[in-house]
C-alpha cells in the first residue's frame, strides 16, 4: 500500500496532457529539418535562450505543483485514512515554508513581529513589545547581536554552493560539447564564449549564473527566515508566490489552447469557403470582438460565479471548487480571445488559397477537407505558433488584474492576483508592509519578462515580418 | 460615401443585435432569475417569497420572450427580453438592481472618465510616436537597442504595479498630489495629473514598439530609397516621408478607441478613486448588479461600433487608395 493517494484535478490533468502534447511535437518536430529550422534559429537568439532557461525554471516549480495527493494518516481501527488535505509535490519540498505560520506580518528576514503586543512579564507586569517570531530567526539566541552575522553567514554559504552547483554543472556542458564535437575543453569553452556553437551556450549559462545567484542564498536561508515576510495571516509570502507561478502557467498556457480550435477551424473556413460561410463567420468575429473584453470576462464570470454559488453540491472541496473556477476562467478567456487570431488566419488562408499549389489540389480533384488539412493548415501554423507564444504573458498579466477586479480566480487560490489583491490595501499602513506587493510584482515581472523575451525569438525565428500581438 | 457610410451603420446595428441577445443568454440562460436573486440575497436561508419579491420589484418576473396573460402588442413587449433588452437601443436602460437609475448615473459618470482619458489620450499619442520615431531614426544603433529593452521591459510590468507605486511615489512618498479623489471644476487638475501620466506610462512599451515596427516597414520602401537618392536628408525623409505614410495604420488602431475613451480607465479609476464610468463598472461587478454589468456591456459595444466607422470614414479620408466598396 502507499503512503499516499493521488488526487487528480482537472487542471492537473490538462496540464500533463499538454506536456505530453509538446513532448510529442518535439519527437515530432526532430525528424523534419522544416519544421526544425525555426527552432534552431530560436537556439541561436541569445536572449531567448535565456529566456527559456529562466521559464523552465518557472515551469519545473508549476509541473511539481501540479501533482496533487493526499498523504496516508495513521491507521484508525484497521483502515487506511488518508488526510483530507490536498497537497502537491511543490508543497512537500517547501513544506517548511508551510508550516511555519506567524501570527501576523512580519518584514522580510525579521525576527521579530512587525506589531507590537501586550505581553506580561514573569513578576506580572505588562509590557507592549515586538514579539520574536515563533519560526522566522527562532535558533538565534540573541538576534540583536547575532542576526546580521548569521543572515550574512548564511546567505554567503548558499550563495557558495549556488556557484559551485553551476561551476559544475558549466564544465560538464562544456565536456559534453567537447565530446560531442570531437575537440578539446579548451577549444570547447572557446566556442561556447564566443557563440560559435548551434545553440547560445553562453546566454544559458549566464541565465542560470543569474538563477544561482538569486537562489542559493534564498533557499539556504528560506528554511531558518521569512525571506519575503509574512503576510497578515502569518503565511510566508515565498511560499504565496512560488504557489501562484502554477495558477499564472495554467491560465497562460489552457486559456490558448481552448482558444486554439476556435480561431483555427473558423479562420480557416473562413478564408478557404469565402462567401456565406466568411460572411457568418466574420459577423460572428465582429459581435464578439465589439464586447470590451473585460466586460464580456466579467459578465461571463459573474454568470459562472452565480451558477457554482447555486450548485454547491456539485463541488465537493474547495480545492475542487477553486480549480473548476480556474478551468473556467480559462475557458472563458478563451472564448473571448480567439477572434484576433481568426482575423489573422482569415487572412492568411484568403491569401493561400489563390496560390497555384492550391489550384493544381482543386484540379486534381483533392476534396475542400483535405485541402485544407494538408496544403492550408500547415502553412497557417506559424501564425499560430506565434499567438501562442505572444498570447501567454498578457493573458498572466490579465489575470491579476481580472482578480483585481474581483471576476479572476477563487480568492482561495493563490495567484499573483489574489496576492496583490490582498496585499494593496497594506500599502495605506503606517509603517507600510510593502513585502508582499514587493513579491508579487517581482516574480511576475520575471516570468512575463522571460515569456516576451522568448515570445519574441520564436516570432523572429518563425517570421520577422509579422505582426502580430499589437494590441490596441 | 453617404451610401457606403450607411452600410456600414446597418451592419453595426445587426452587430449590436448580436451583442443584445448574446447578452440576453448569458445573463438570462446560464442562470435563471432565480438563481440571481439567491445570489443576491445570500444563497442560504433565504425564503421562496424573498425572491419572488426580489424578481417583482426589478421586473425578472415576467416570462422571457412571450407574455401569454397580456393582451396583443403586450405580449411581446410585456417581457423580461422587451423591457430589459430590446429597450436598450433606444437607450433606456432603466434602473439598476440596486434601484438606481443607470441612465442619469451614466450621462454624469462619463465626463470625469473622459477628463481622465482624453488628455492621456492624445499626450500618450504623441509621447509614444516620438519615442517610436527616435527609435526608428537611429535604428541598428544603441539607442534603438535600449529603446525596444525599455519597451519590453515596460511592457512586461503590471498596470496594478504603475497604479500602486505611481501612488506610493507621487502621492505618499513626494506629497505632489492626493492620493484619490475627484473635484469638478479646475481643481480636478491635481486629482487628474497622476492618473493620465499612470496612463501615458503604462502604454509606452506596447504601443511604442508597435509603432517602431510600423515605422521600420514604411523605411524598408521603395519611396523612402527614392527620396534618399533624390539627396534628401535624413531627417526630411523620416519627417516628411515616412511620419506622413506611417500614420495610415497607425490611424486604424487609434481611431476605434476614441468613442471608447467615455467608458473610462476601470483599474485605474477604482484606484483613484474617480467617480467615471470605469470605478462605475467595477462596483457594479463587486456589487453583482447585472442589470448595470448589461447596460454597460451594450453601451462598450455601441462605442466600439461607432470607432469602427469612424476608423472606416478616417482610412477613406487619409489614404485615397481606398474605395468603397
Known sequence: MMPFRMVWLWSDLLVWLLVAGVIAFIFYTRARPHLRSPWVRVGRSASGMAAATVLSVFLLIGLLDSVHFRMALPPQDGKRVYSTQVESLLDRAVIVLRLTREKTYSAPLATHLFSKETVQDADGTEMRVYPRLRHGGSHLSNPERDWAGDVATRAFRGLAWALLAW?????????????????????????????????????????????????????????????????????????????????????????????????????????????????SIQYLYTTLSSIPGVLLIAAAVLMMQVYIENHAEIFPTTEIRADVRLLALCVILGITSWTGLCRLLRGETLKLRELEYIQAAHAFGVSHWRIMMRHIVPNVMHIVMIALVMDFSGLVLAEAVLSYVGVGVDPSMLSFGTMINSARLEMAREPMVWWALAAAFAFMLALVLAANLFADAVRDAYDPRLVVGART | MTGYILRRLIYGIFVLVGVNVLTFALFFFVNSPDDM?????????????????????????????????????????????????????????????????????????????????????????????????????????????????????MMSISTLFYIIGGQFVFGKLWNLVPISGYETGFDAVKFLALPVLIGIIGGIGGSSRWYRTIFLEEISKDYVRTARAKGLPETRVMFRHVLQNAMIPILTGVVVVIPLLFMGALITESFFGIPGLGSYTIDAITQQDFAIVRAMVFLGSVLYIIGLILTDVSYTLVDPRVRFS
Open chain 2, 37 to 153: 436573486a439567491r445570489a443576491q440575497l445570500g444563497v442560504k436561508r433565504v425564503t421562496p417569497e424573498a425572491v419572488e419579491k426580489w424578481k417583482r420589484e426589478r421586473g425578472y418576473d415576467k416570462p422571457l420572450f412571450i407574455n401569454e396573460k397580456s393582451s396583443r402588442f403586450e405580449r411581446v413587449t410585456d417581457t423580461v427580453f422587451f423591457e430589459k433588452s430590446v429597450k436598450l437601443f433606444a437607450f433606456e436602460f432603466g434602473a439598476s438592481d440596486q434601484g438606481r437609475n443607470i441612465g442619469y448615473d451614466i450621462s454624469t459618470r462619463m465626463w470625469p472618465s473622459l477628463a481622465v482619458q482624453l488628455p492621456a489620450f492624445i499626450v500618450g499619442l504623441l509621447v509614444y510616436i516620438s519615442f517610436a520615431l527616435l527609435m526608428a531614426f537611429f535604428r541598428a544603433t544603441y539607442i534603438d537597442f535600449w529603446g525596444v529593452v525599455l519597451c519590453v521591459v
Open chain 1, 167 to 279: 561551476f559544475v554543472s558549466a564544465i560538464t556542458v562544456c565536456a559534453v560539447l567537447a565530446r560531442n564535437a570531437g575537440v578539446g575543453m579548451e577549444q570547447s569553452w572557446s566556442d561556447i564564449w564566443r557563440g560559435r556553437k548551434a545553440v547560445q551556450w553562453r546566454a544559458i549559462l549566464c541565465a542560470s549564473a543569474f538563477l544561482c545567484v538569486m537562489a542559493g542564498p534564498l533557499i539556504a536561508l528560506a528554511p531558518y527566515y521569512h525571506v519575503f515576510g509574512t503576510d497578515k495571516v502569518g503565511q510566508d509570502v515565498l511560499y504565496q508566490a512560488l504557489k501562484s507561478i502554477r495558477t499564472g502557467l495554467v491560465i497562460g498556457t489552457l486559456a490558448t489552447l481552448v482558444m486554439l480550435p476556435f480561431a483555427l477551424v473558423l479562420g480557416v473556413m473562413a478564408g478557404y469557403f469565402k462567401g456565406m460561410v466568411d460572411d
